[in-house]
């Protein structure tokens, strides 16, 4: 096996092949099972800020004689409509959060002591809420770093993209109060300018930054006429969209990049490397192909490594990131008259 070895978030990976957020690294087996595959690092299933008012509903519902508040938004609970004293809610509230939390932090200790890679946990946030105080919490579990995966859909057209944006600064500043922890995070793509919202972003103070999140999607079932959802995981020719952000981006952050989405062999693996991608996420790849995959990629690589004379991962990362591409404007390409008008 070539020397894979390599840093992310100013952490020491013997690969950068990781193993990214979801089901699967959501119990200690399968993250004992992930590291003895040969993944570089391990990103544990998120907590959900949405998980966590759940579970204070949850016990709320159970403290009110029945009376439901399941579906209820959390403002319409705070506004004492179950409880006398606004002490009352918010202490059953703060009760739910730290038992949630709770969980999540003992089988993050439990994690980290049955591995010997960084094992990097994650929090799913949608608002500037009052949650980042667990983040000391996530901290003190011995934790290696700290993802936060913010996704906001800009779908509110009296707000503007800066009011959006704001929401990102206002998480990251909020959590670097608490936490020396590495930081990455992880987003989408609805940036009035991409480019320069994740410039602006690597400057704040992270370590790194993970593109790109793939979106829950919508569909409809035409036979029910009702709202269902798409596909869950991605399928192999989703890396593409990836592959040009991290070209066009490597080298031009002050933080490193994760790539993820639609990487599925060893093919996808290289090309984010190639394309400037200190480090590769999969997730999809881990249910459809099962985690035999990891070793798959790893061994195929090491050949490709061999057969191109590259001893390290250094040596050919971002050799095509654009700022090395003899024709920049190749990788920007988007509508290809030669190549759509010459199919029929
Ligand atoms: C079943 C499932 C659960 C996921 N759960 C999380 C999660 O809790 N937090 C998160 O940041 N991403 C989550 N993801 C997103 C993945 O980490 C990844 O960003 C996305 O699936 C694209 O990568 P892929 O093409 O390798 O699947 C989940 C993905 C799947 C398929």
Redesign the pocket.
Known sequence: MENLQTTYLGLKLRNPLIA????LTNSVSNIKELAKKGVGAIVV??LFEEQIQIEAEKVIKNDTDGVSTFNMAPDTLLSKRIFDYEEAYSYIYDFAKRNTLGKYLSFLEEAKRSVDIPLIA?I?CVSNQDWHAFSKKIEETGIDALEL?IYILPSDWRRSGEDNEKIYYDIIREVRNYVNLPISV?IGYYFSSLAQSIKKLSECGIKGLVLF??PYNTDIDIDKIALSHGP???TSE?FTHTLRWMSILSGHTHCDLSA????HDYKAFIKQLLAGANTV?????L?KEGFEVIPEILKSTSVWMKKHDFNSIESFRGKLAKSNLENPAAIERVQFMKLYSGIE
């Open positions: 990214g957020s979801c089901g299933k998120s994650s799913n995966n992880k999140n793939r869950v995981f991605s989703e993820s989405t639609g990487v996420q999969i997730a999809s790849a249910y």
